[in-house]
């Protein structure tokens, strides 16, 4: 998800523009009619197309962008299939950086999320299944970034959910909430018609 600091949510009329895949998995720009064209295969081609889209005229306040499964979780070379995904992600998140350039980057915060953690041990097929726990990657120009945060456990069998998987320790609701109020503004009231019962997670991403 792309989030622009610079633009305040109240003042903004309409819908936030979006960028999905169509049911194929091929990425495309929308238009005003929430209609588009498939346009680059690759992650860094279509990265700098978002961030030629992201600094027009006309900017959304947010984009999305869901990165397709490409491998089983039983491959046995997961290792190496892992490794060159996530190169794929950086090498796609440097080439928006740069596509969008040194002033927008300062407004700009980018957060890398899955809707599923893995599990920390190992499954019969030497893969790993679905799990809970996972991490966010928060980035952008005016980050107060190269730290980890949030509560931290030590991964042993005591701490494990159902003693295979990674517990959830920052709600991803929580996280949004409170990286939304510092750049937005947001009041509490404001917060909860967003994220309802949720309490926001006071990190100091930004």
Excluded: C
């Amino acid at each position: 998800m792309l989030l622009r600091a610079s633009r305040g949510l109240r003042d903004t009329p309409g819908a936030a523009g979006a960028v999905r895949s169509d049911q194929l998995g091929r990425p495309f720009i929308p238009d005003a009619t929430g209609s588009g064209t498939p346009v680059f295969s690759d992650l860094y081609g279509l990265s700098r197309q978002i961030a030629t889209y992201f600094v027009s005229d006309n900017p959304p306040d947010s984009l999305a962008q869901k990165m397709p499964q490409t491998f089983k979780t039983s491959d046995r070379d997961i290792a190496a299939v892992l490794a060159d995904r996530l190169g794929e992600l950086g090498r796609g998140l440097a080439g928006f950086s740069e596509e969008v350039g040194p002033a927008a980057w300062r407004d700009t915060v980018v957060v890398v999320i899955s809707e599923f953690g893995r599990t920390f041990r190992e499954n019969g097929d030497r893969g790993t299944d679905h799990g809970h726990g996972s991490v966010y990657w928060v980035m952008g120009g005016g980050i107060n970034g190269g730290r980890i945060l949030g509560e931290q456990v030590k991964v042993e069998q005591a701490s494990l959910f159902q003693n295979r998987d990674y517990r959830v320790l920052t709600d991803y609701r929580a996280m949004f909430a409170g990286l939304f109020g510092r750049m937005y503004g947001l009041d509490g009231a404001a917060i909860q018609r967003v994220f309802t019962g949720v309490h926001p997670a006071e990190l100091g991403i930004v």
